[in-house]
């Protein structure tokens, strides 16, 4: 996931597309080499990531993949 805020002016709304986050699914890590060693630490880390850089103003667009049950 790489989420990025480009360099407006701060409290500027910012529009964010993402895709295939695979919460859920453990399995994913290894045949896409996701640099984690478990489920746990590739939600805390995508989760630090993304309170790092999306404002509460900011849109997110998940286009696909956001969990696997």
């Known amino acids: 996931m790489k989420l990025v805020k480009n360099s407006w002016e701060d409290g500027a709304k910012v529009i964010f597309y993402t ?11 290894v045949p896409i080499n996701r640099p984690f060693n478990s489920v746990n630490e590739m939600y805390s880390i995508l989760i630090a990531c993304w309170n790092e850089k999306v404002d509460e ?3 997110i667009y998940i286009l696909g993949d956001l969990s696997y049950k």
């Not at 895709?19 to 890590?29: P, Q, R, V, W």
């Open 19 to 29: 895709s295939d986050l695979h919460f859920g699914y453990e399995n994913i890590i």
């Open 57 to 59: 103003n900011d849109d």
